[in-house]
């Protein structure tokens, strides 16, 4: 149980173009999901939370515009990296909290690898 | 920013040693988590620990918390090939908003057949 699907599992595109990330929670219903980044050989940074229904909070330093976040229902999230440019190259990983779980039962996603020409 | 620091950044050790990573914090936490990432993959919980408790056990992992010098160890005994992988803590903070997960830097741990 509680698995988090992500799709697609890498995406390589051009720059300037938007590509779109989806994250599921296949068996449970998720009320947030995370959304992280990682760059090679280091931690993952939190980009934004997102709760059903409601807009994304971004943390510090990312920019909104740029990836647009939709949670549009308890069991998708989707993370949009707009005009896409070398420097968003990057692994981007979902996580989703179950409805009436705690922050500590975050389910990661298998991650999704970006690289933009 | 990066609350969890973690050492050493790269373990290289032979199949049944013991390994043993270290986790250190800044603020007060609720939980410390370790998770472990394969290359190019994503995360897979291991054991969580919460602030009140000061050891615990997991099959062949054991997690020790010592909130008064905000860190933690992740002892994996008996190694194997298959536990080559980047070893992560996480913390969640007490008292802010406890919707957030901080990552250490990670130690890489290699182990060697």
């Known amino acids: 149980g509680a698995v988090v699907s992500q799709h697609p599992s890498w995406v390589i595109c051009k720059s300037g173009t938007s590509v779109k990330i989806e994250c599921r929670s296949l068996?449970?219903?998720?009320?947030?999901m995370f959304w992280y980044r990682q760059f090679p050989k280091q931690s993952l940074m939190l980009m934004a939370t997102s709760n059903e229904g409601s807009k994304a909070t971004y943390e510090q330093g990312v920019e909104k515009d740029k990836f647009l976040i939709n949670h549009a229902s308890l069991t998708l999230s989707t993370l949009t990296v707009t005009s896409a440019h070398p420097e968003d190259s990057s692994f981007y990983i979902c996580s989703a909290t179950p409805v009436g779980g705690g922050v500590y039962e975050q389910f990661f996603g298998p991650g999704t690898r970006l690289t933009v020409l | 920013s990066q609350q969890g620091e973690e050492d050493p950044q790269a373990l290289s050790i032979q199949e049944g040693e013991n390994a043993t990573m270290n986790c250190s914090y800044k603020t007060s936490i609720n939980n410390l988590q370790w998770y472990r990432q394969n290359s190019g993959r994503g995360l897979v919980h291991l054991i969580l620990?919460?602030?009140?408790?000061r050891e615990k056990h997991s099959g062949r992992l054991r997690v020790t918390l010592d909130t008064s010098k905000k860190s933690s160890s992740l002892l994996i005994t008996a190694s194997r090939a298959a536990d080559t992988a980047s070893y992560f803590c996480?913390?969640?903070?007490?008292?802010?908003?406890?919707?957030?997960?901080?990552f250490g830097k990670g130690t890489l741990l290699t182990v060697n057949p």
């Open positions: 068996d449970f219903q998720a009320t947030t």
């Open positions: 620990i919460r602030s009140n408790e």
């Open positions: 996480a913390t969640d903070r007490s008292g802010g908003s406890n919707y957030k997960l901080t």
